[in-house]
């Protein structure tokens, strides 16, 4: 079993839906990470946390530590939001830390 | 101000050759990390320089070396290549000295190696 799982794996929307992508984590953690892959590669830094909400723009990513488990939503959902959505989490307090990675969620969003 | 910067962005090599990526990382960031994505999965941590020196590893075997210069840029050389060994390659920089978390890694555009 992987130590950080992501659902779903795909994902589509119609243009203006609210999205939900949910990820859970089995290990101790200092700080979760959900971070944004582009077509060829690059990957986006969204959000670091460690409690609570966080809020971007039309992301909001939230976290219960007690129950290992973190969302990231996107409100009004735009083509352009269309990319591969990654959980990730490091086991120490340090930024420089190794990151453990979820395997993705690939969402497309449909005009 | 440059971020982090990979090179080459692709390359095709056979089985059995060696290859080597480069990475520099963003101004002021002094750490770097590496990872593979193989195709459809997340990234895995191969290991991580600081002070020139290799401070963590993941779960790679010895084919797989790096090198930090004096101005913090780093080398991953992977030997004897495998067919496995294609994936996206991915190069992270961050800073020591930002020691609580406040400050997310950035990621470089990767490195696309075809082993044929």
């Known amino acids: 079993k992987n130590e950080v799982e992501q659902s779903p794996q795909n994902l589509t929307a119609q243009e203006g839906e609210f999205i939900t992508i949910n990820c859970s984590y089995s290990?101790?953690?200092?700080?979760l990470h959900w971070l944004q892959q582009h077509p060829g590669g690059g990957i986006v830094s969204l959000f670091m946390?460690?409690?609570g909400k966080k809020k971007h723009g039309r992301l909001i990513a939230t976290i219960n530590i007690q129950e290992k488990h973190s969302s990231l939503h996107i409100t009004a959902s735009h083509p352009r939001d269309s990319a591969v959505y990654i959980c990730?989490?490091?086991?120490?307090?340090?930024?420089?830390?190794?990151?453990?990675f979820g395997t993705g969620t690939r969402l497309q969003v449909f005009p | 101000d440059a971020g982090v910067t990979q090179s080459p962005t692709h390359l095709i090599k056979t089985r059995g050759q060696q290859v080597t990526l480069r990475c520099s990382p963003k101004s002021g960031h002094d750490t770097v990390s590496w990872y593979q994505q193989a195709l459809g999965q997340g990234p895995q941590f191969i290991f991580q320089y600081y002070e020139e020196e290799e401070r963590q590893r993941g779960n790679f075997p010895d084919r797989f070396s790096g090198h930090q210069f004096p101005n913090y840029s780093s080398e991953l050389n992977v030997n004897a290549l495998l067919l496995g060994d294609s994936a996206l390659y991915l190069c992270a920089s961050s800073s020591r000295w930002t020691l609580i978390v406040r400050e997310t890694q950035y990621f470089g555009p990767g490195t696309r190696l075809l082993v044929l």
């Open positions: 946390l460690s409690s």
């Open positions: 990730a989490v490091s086991d120490r307090p340090y930024n420089t830390d190794k990151l453990i």
């Open positions: 290990v101790g953690i200092s700080a």
